[in-house]
T-cell receptor, first 110, second 112 residues
Framework: GIQVEQSPPDLILQEGANSTLRCNFS?????LQWFHQNPWGQLINLFY???GTKQNGRLSATTVATERYSLLYISSSQTTDSGVYFC????????????FGAGTRLFVKA | DSGVTQTPKHLITATGQRVTLRCSPR?????VYWYQQSLDQGLQFLIQ???????AKGNILERFSAQQFPDLHSELNLSSLELGDSALYFC???????????FGPGTRLTVT
């Protein structure tokens, strides 16, 4: 089945720094989402981005579907950005399913 | 707040028991998805219902079952519980058969 790989697995930033998180997928996908899981466990929608570029405040995302990757940019990081960032793709190989990557664990230091 | 509600928030039960988790989708959403998040397996897709019918099945154990009712809320039934079933169970909803999914706050299940 389709593989979803996220990098880096862990990231420690000083407040105010910028970062880029990557999501690679092994086959064509129909949908791609980025989520932030906060320290309380809640999964928060960041972007629904099957292709192209979107921006929302300090966050932006780009998906290049033909090259099978997506990037999440976090600028001027804040301590509240800490948590785990997941990308998730929809695959139709062998029947529909949504597949999550293992996540990038981010800690922003004050 | 995503608009998706789940009850209960926490559940502690013993091995061998049966529990029911409940999910109400966002207003207007026809699809409900169930996921399991455990430390060793990550976030795993279990099952999807669309407008009352099962649409897709993922890594759902035979001891687990789900249904979606006419009012579109959904229940996930877990039976013959084992220690390894301890996890965070999420439901999500979307407008159509696929597309952007919105997640509920989850139910944390602890099996002792």
């Amino acid at each position: 089945g389709i593989q979803v790989e996220q990098s880096p697995p862990d990231l420690i930033l000083q407040e105010g720094a910028n970062s880029t998180l990557r999501c690679n997928f092994s086959d064509s996908v129909n949908n791609l989402q980025w989520f932030h899981q906060n320290p309380w466990g809640q999964l928060i929608n960041l972007f629904y981005i099957p292709s192209g570029t979107k921006q929302n405040g300090r966050l932006s995302a780009t998906t290049v579907a033909t090259e099978r990757y997506s990037l999440l940019y976090i600028s001027s990081s804040q301590t509240t950005d800490s948590g785990v960032y997941f990308c998730a793709v929809d695959s139709y190989t062998g029947g529909f399913k949504t597949i999550f990557g293992a996540g990038t664990r981010l800690f922003v230091k004050a | 707040d995503s608009g998706v509600t789940q009850t209960p928030k926490h559940l502690i039960t013993a091995t061998g028991q049966r529990v029911t988790l409940r999910c109400s989708p966002r207003s207007g959403d026809l699809s409900v998805y169930w996921y399991q998040q455990s430390l060793d397996q990550g976030l795993q897709f279990l099952i999807q219902y669309y407008n009352g019918e099962e649409r897709a099945k993922g890594n759902i154990l035979e001891r687990f079952s789900a249904q979606q009712f006419p009012d579109l809320h959904s229940e996930l039934n877990l039976s013959s519980l084992e220690l390894g079933d301890s996890a965070l169970y999420f439901c999500a909803s979307s407008v159509g058969k696929q597309g952007e999914q919105y997640f509920g706050p989850g139910t944390r299940l602890t099996v002792t």
